[in-house]
């Protein structure tokens, strides 16, 4: 088992920053790619970013230029860092842990709200 730990949401005015960071522990040797996806009410789970262990990086283009995955393995944290936030990226951010099928993890969510 994996189990991540997300910090860093918070209320926000636009076009402010937050660092929101999602700190894995347990069997991570089963880990391929590490995720945040984000889910606004009413709407659908959506992924935001993506990091490999390799170190490749995509973002869904409405968070390109702003947001940025980086990764720290010697704490195994993963990290978004979240600039120019926009009142529509007000959402819960969930990490995700992803491995070789079936392995699939997620943390609780932290809330992000991005005031006008």
């Known amino acids: 088992q994996v189990q991540l730990v997300e910090s860093g949401g918070g209320l926000v005015q636009a076009g402010g920053s937050l660092r929101l960071s999602c700190a894995a522990s347990?069997?991570?040797?089963?880990?391929?790619?590490m995720n945040w996806y984000r889910q606004a009410p009413g709407k659908q789970r959506e992924l935001v970013a993506t990091?490999?262990?390799?170190?490749?990086?995509k973002y869904v283009d409405s968070v390109k230029d702003r947001f940025t995955i980086s990764r720290d393995n010697a704490k195994n944290t993963v990290y978004l860092q979240m600039n120019s936030l926009k009142p529509e990226d007000t959402a819960v951010y969930f990490c995700?842990?992803?491995?070789?099928?079936?392995?699939?993890?997620w943390g609780q969510g932290t809330q992000v709200t991005v005031s006008s």
């Open positions: 995700n842990a992803r491995g070789s099928s079936p392995y699939d993890w």
């Open positions: 347990g069997m991570i040797f089963k880990i391929n790619v």
């Open positions: 990091i490999t262990n390799g170190g490749s990086k």
